[in-house]
């Protein structure tokens, strides 16, 4: 089983403090044990397989937040200690930054963790964020700034429980979302949303069909 980049050394402490509690207690050396598998399980990196068109889930969970916002339309998914923490690129682009942003560190699944720390990837139009929580203070990222991503890769990794955010390029709204708050996802591959270039035809279509309703000049009217 392939696990997140770098969290075996979780296991390892744990591993480690169990085989120095040994002699003197079986109970908490089995203990740290357990620990350690449950570390590796959480830090789990199953494969998936990325649909051919869509834009796809960047993370695991439960989505909790449909809301559009001044910058655009903001996608949030809670992560659960059971769900998968890898997360991926929604759609293809370029890295443009990787920022960290300091914050607090209160609970993922409230309305309250807009406010905590995070990671955030910017893409050309649109964001991706690493929400950490009350007990999630780890975020990685496996990219750099300038380098170009495919839909459905790794690009980083939140260690124990969080939420994941994505905002949408402009072009995007509610309507366009085929999935809703309560929705259980699956990163890099359940699709949230058309491609691109089928949200753009459909405001085209949109924009024609407005500007064939609208009423022709009378041609019968002369000007003085």
């Known amino acids: ?3 997140a980049n770098g969290s075996l050394r979780y296991a390892l402490l744990a591993v480690v403090a169990g085989a120095v509690l040994f002699p003197f207690s079986r109970l908490a050396s089995g203990a740290c044990v357990v620990a350690a598998v449950g570390v590796v ?3 789990r990196d199953p494969a ?3 649909p051919p068109k869509g834009v796809v889930a960047p993370a695991d969970g439960k989505v909790t937040v449909v809301r559009e916002e001044e910058d655009g339309l903001r996608l949030g998914i809670y992560m659960s200690g059971w769900d998968v ?3 991926r690129a929604a759609m293809d682009g370029t890295v443009e930054n990787v920022e960290h942003i300091p914050g607090a560190n209160k609970l993922a699944f409230t309305k309250d963790a807009e406010e905590n720390e995070r990671l955030r990837f910017e893409f050309e139009d649109y964001t991706l964020e690493q929400i950490a929580g009350t007990f999630a203070r780890r975020t990685y990222s496996y990219v750099d700034p300038g380098q170009e991503v495919a839909r ?3 690009i980083g990794h939140i260690s ?3 939420r994941f955010d994505m905002v949408f390029p402009p072009e995007y709204g509610p309507d366009d979302l085929t999935v ?3 929705h259980r996802l699956y990163g890099g591959e359940t699709v949230v949303a058309p491609q691109r270039s089928q949200v753009s035809d459909d405001v085209g279509t949109v924009s024609e069909t407005a500007d064939a309703d609208e009423p022709a000049p009378d041609a019968t009217t002369s000007s003085a």
């Open 180 to 182: 809703d708050v309560g």
């Open 48 to 50: 998936r397989v990325v």
């Open 152 to 154: 459905g890769q790794r």
């Open 85 to 87: 923490h890898i997360n």
């Open 1 to 3: 089983m392939s696990v």
């Open 41 to 43: 399980y959480f830090h």
């Open 160 to 162: 124990f429980g969080s």
